[in-house]
């Protein structure tokens, strides 16, 4: 069963999206990562900052369909109903359910302290609980 992870009352996902996969990166290497971004804005200015967050971190990803996207350790895409690659972990940052949520080993859902963001999380909350999902929750500013 999917390990599905909240981590709510975060003041910018783009930079703790980059933090996170850092970390994920750097802790197993061989990890494969889908992250689903709201809409092609988010996707882009994810992209970007992924390459640009920092001067001394490379963190290889790709977009959904290009032509490395088949090799790369991490996936960004915006189509939350796209077949996704099999990977391990799925970060949604859109305010949806992913359509495929439950083939990946672990599903973290990222929450800002936007109010339409919260009330979003809150519905994806409930949408696993009443599918009988053990769900972990971390607030990020405490």
């Known amino acids: 069963m999917t390990r599905i992870e909240f981590r709510t009352?975060?003041?910018?996902?783009?930079?703790?999206?980059?933090?996170?996969?850092?970390?994920?990166?750097?802790?197993v290497p061989d990890i494969r990562i889908v992250i689903l971004a709201e809409d092609h804005l988010q996707l882009t200015a994810l992209d970007r900052a992924l390459w640009t967050f920092s001067d001394i971190d490379f963190l290889p990803h790709a977009v959904l369909g290009?032509?490395?996207?088949?090799?790369?350790?991490?996936?960004?895409?915006?189509?939350?109903?796209?077949?996704?690659?099999?990977?391990?972990?799925?970060?949604?940052?859109?305010?949806?359910?992913?359509?495929s949520y439950a083939r990946f080993d672990r599903l973290l859902e990222l929450v800002?302290?936007?109010?339409?963001?919260?009330?979003?999380?809150?519905?994806?909350?409930v949408h696993y609980r009443d599918r009988g999902?053990?769900?972990?929750?971390?607030n990020v500013n405490h």
Not at 77 to 86: I, V, W
Not at 113 to 125: H, L, N, P, Q, S
Request: charged letters at 25%.
């Open 112 to 125: 800002s302290t936007d109010v339409e963001d919260v009330d979003a999380g809150r519905k994806r909350y």
């Open 133 to 138: 999902y053990a769900l972990h929750h971390e």
């Open 9 to 27: 009352n975060i003041a910018d996902k783009i930079s703790y999206t980059c933090r996170w996969v850092r970390k994920a990166l750097a802790q």
């Open 66 to 99: 290009a032509p490395l996207s088949s090799r790369s350790k991490v996936i960004l895409t915006d189509n939350g109903e796209a077949d996704l690659p099999d990977s391990q972990i799925l970060v949604n940052l859109s305010k949806a359910v992913p359509a």
